[in-house]
């Protein structure tokens, strides 16, 4: 993780024109979203409720701290509110099919809802 920032930090300070590929936030918003709902699924089959925080999370791995830091959840009634803020380097706009929800708690997110056919 170390040595994948400090090449991107090098690249930025050379004045390198660095070109982010055409739908690469979105690419790792998908990945940081879908990841955020397994771990707080998670939480709630092995304890019952739905974390406070993300700080509650268990048995994360290193690899988990880049979607810890491009979500933002907050806890509401019996369900989780979980919007994406980060995928690359922008924020991602990312569409899922409804399906997706089924057997979630997510009750609310900044993510776009396809109804399959």
């Known amino acids: 993780m ?3 920032s400090l090449i991107i930090a090098v690249l930025m300070l050379s004045g390198c024109d660095f070109e982010i590929p055409h739908g690469i936030d979105e ?6 979203f879908k990841s955020a709902v397994s771990a707080i699924e998670l939480h709630k089959t092995r304890h019952g409720n739905y974390p406070s925080s993300l700080e509650e999370l ?4 290193d690899w988990d701290e880049i979607w810890l830091n491009s979500v933002s959840y ?4 019996s369900g989780y509110n979980l919007y994406i803020e980060r995928g690359w380097v922008g924020e991602p706009s990312l569409e899922l099919p409804e399906g997706y929800k089924t057997g979630l ?4 997110s900044n993510v776009t809802w396809v109804v399959e056919r």
Do not use: N, P, S, W
Not at 27 to 32: A, E, N, S
Not at 74 to 77: F, N, T, V
């Open 27 to 32: 690419k790792f918003g998908d990945q940081h």
């Open 74 to 77: 907050e806890k509401a009634g």
């Open 105 to 108: 708690g997510l009750l609310d």
């Open 58 to 61: 268990e048995y994360l791995g």
């Open 2 to 4: 170390r040595q994948a």
